[in-house]
């Protein structure tokens, strides 16, 4: 019973630990954020994703923001500019494989892992707030995630709406 219990701890915290959206953000504590009601996004933004995706992006930030109660506006009290890098690693996917003997009070064990499954794609999106009047970087959050390029628009804007 006491190996079972062990098992299970183990198995739930890998199933926690797999997937999901790692955020990371900072803010100037001294911005009073409820007095921002209106934004844009910045004009010259190079987000770095194709235009099909850039728009699904936009367009989930839209929501978000709406539902925020900030209305978009042609003269902004802040700008949202994204930023997008894309990155490769091998799969964290294998199978153990193990040998072992012994005999005689020696133990021998030698073992190892076989990768399963080829490289995956990891978008790393960097979300900038800039207080348009100071022009200054007044809240950041870089959000990485899991990211398949040949997915289907449907599973693109899921991905996004996790994101933001």
Known sequence: MKH?????????CMLVSCGGTHVVHDYDEKQDFL???????????????????????????????KVKGLIISEAPDIYINFKTSFSERASSNAI???VGSGGGGV???LGGAIPI???QTFLELTIDFVDVKKDELVWQAVAER??????SPNTKTDVFQKII
């Open 107 to 109: 133990n021998i064990g």
């Open 35 to 65: 007095r921002y009601k209106t934004y844009a996004f910045y004009p010259e933004m190079v987000s770095g994703l194709n235009d099909l995706d850039q728009k699904r992006l936009l367009m989930v930030t839209e929501n978000e923001m």
């Open 96 to 98: 153990g494989v193990g």
């Open 146 to 151: 899991k990211f398949h390029p040949n997915a």
């Open 4 to 12: 079972f219990i062990l098992l299970f701890l183990f198995l739930t």
């Open 117 to 119: 499954g080829g490289p």
